[in-house]
């Protein structure tokens, strides 16, 4: 037991673990709150009427904030356990960021004003306003999933403070705008996946049909990004670094760029491309069981998204923000984290209060499970 708890709480085995733990946040935040941000894109076209965006905009009303939890989560484990990287990415993605936070500003606001008055015209600014706060940064997500997989332009001077050399045009390139159609399909089709769930009648049939667009799309742009980052863009190797056990330098190390070097990871343990195979059917088993078992399709549909954020993080291991200016300046597991103190404090913390926010989470939805319907909705104060 000593051996073990040892073993654990080494720098080496908590940066690793880490690691896993943002991925999990990650994971969590796309597959809670992406559903949210689906939704909010299918918005003007799943619902026809007034009564049908009031049933889709209560399906979500009453867990999109808790869902948003896993953001914070997310962000806040950035800035705790990876600071160089809390500060190069929000140096460096500073504009998308703003457009991110400014649209996700449009959810509580609509949400809560959007049936304040009657007026048709007010209402539609609100649904228009819901569904930017769900189109935008579900592609801008993936936008900067696309460029992290190209390198970032930033480098450390000699201080060690970062240096950004790029802007919001740069961002949006050809790859990034690729990755950007995968998340955006990807999350489109989780929101679709929970509609199956929510809704009935002909807002659920438009839903599926909805659902299999977003799958088709999915997998093509995600097969199509995968052959693009084997062929198509020269990946990172690590040839000599400090140690796993070493402080954190980001530029202590030596890193070269070759092609195909993004599959190596799969190249040396074959058994990982089921990782991606996972996301492809998880994909198919979405749109295939939605008609047919809703609650089994959302969790293909939840594969899909869990193995393709797992896909492109095996993929781009230990790197977590390789720069394209400097390749040894790029940050990874081993030399972007904070001290061994705050890792094991973290993840003490993390080991009593994640378990507890399942917990809370799971009998939410316990609570609100079932449909929304028109009956429900229609002529009651008590929905939004």
């Not at 989560?73 to 703003?98: D, K």
């Not at 399942?358 to 929304?372: A, I, M």
Request: aromatic share 16%.
């Amino acid at each position: 037991m000593t051996e073990l708890l040892a073993f654990l709480m080494s720098y080496e085995t908590l940066r690793f673990i880490w690691w896993l733990f943002l991925g999990v946040l990650l994971i969590g935040f796309a597959i809670m709150d992406g559903f949210d941000l689906g939704v909010g894109a299918l918005l003007p076209w799943v619902a026809r009427n007034d009564d049908e965006r009031r049933v889709l905009i209560n399906a979500i009303g009453p867990t999109w904030e808790g869902n948003q939890v896993w953001f914070i989560l997310g962000g806040g484990a950035i800035f705790a356990a990876y600071p160089l990287i809390y500060s190069a990415a929000f140096s460096g993605f500073f504009v998308a960021l703003i457009l991110v936070l400014f649209a996700l500003i449009l959810r509580p606001v609509g949400f809560d004003y959007r049936s304040k008055l009657p007026h048709p015209q007010w209402r539609s600014m609100w649904d228009w306003g819901l569904f930017i706060g769900g189109f935008v940064p579900a592609l801008v997500f993936g936008v900067a999933f696309g460029n992290l997989l190209q390198g970032v332009p930033f480098y450390f001077d000699d201080s060690l403070r970062v240096h950004y050399e790029g802007g919001l045009p740069g961002l949006l390139n050809p790859f990034g705008l690729l990755a950007g159609v995968v998340s955006l399909s990807m999350l489109v089709m989780q929101g679709a996946a929970f509609l199956q769930l929510k809704t009935v009648g002909h807002l659920r049939e438009r839903a599926r049909r909805a659902l299999g667009v977003a799958a088709l799309v999915f997998a093509l742009s995600f097969a199509g990004a995968g052959l693009w980052v084997g062929f198509g863009i020269d990946g990172y190797v690590l040839t000599a670094f400090a140690g796993t056990e070493a402080a954190s330098n980001p530029v202590a190390k030596e890193v070269v760029r070759q092609a195909g070097a993004w599959f190596a990871n799969f190249k040396a343990t074959p058994v990982l491309w089921l990782v991606p195979l996972l996301a492809f059917t998880g994909a198919f088993g979405a749109w295939w069981l939605a008609a047919r078992r809703p609650g089994v399709g959302f969790i293909a549909s939840s594969v899909a998204v869990a193995c393709t954020i797992l896909t492109a993080g095996i993929a781009m291991f230990p790197f977590m923000m390789p720069s394209s200016l400097e390749p040894a300046h790029s940050l990874t597991v081993w030399d972007a984290t904070s001290s061994l103190l705050t890792l094991r404090w973290m993840f003490w913390m993390t080991v009593l209060f994640l378990p507890l926010i399942l917990f809370y989470t799971s009998w939410v939805f316990s609570v609100l499970r079932g449909p929304v319907t028109l009956e429900q909705v229609s002529d009651s104060h008590e929905h939004y």
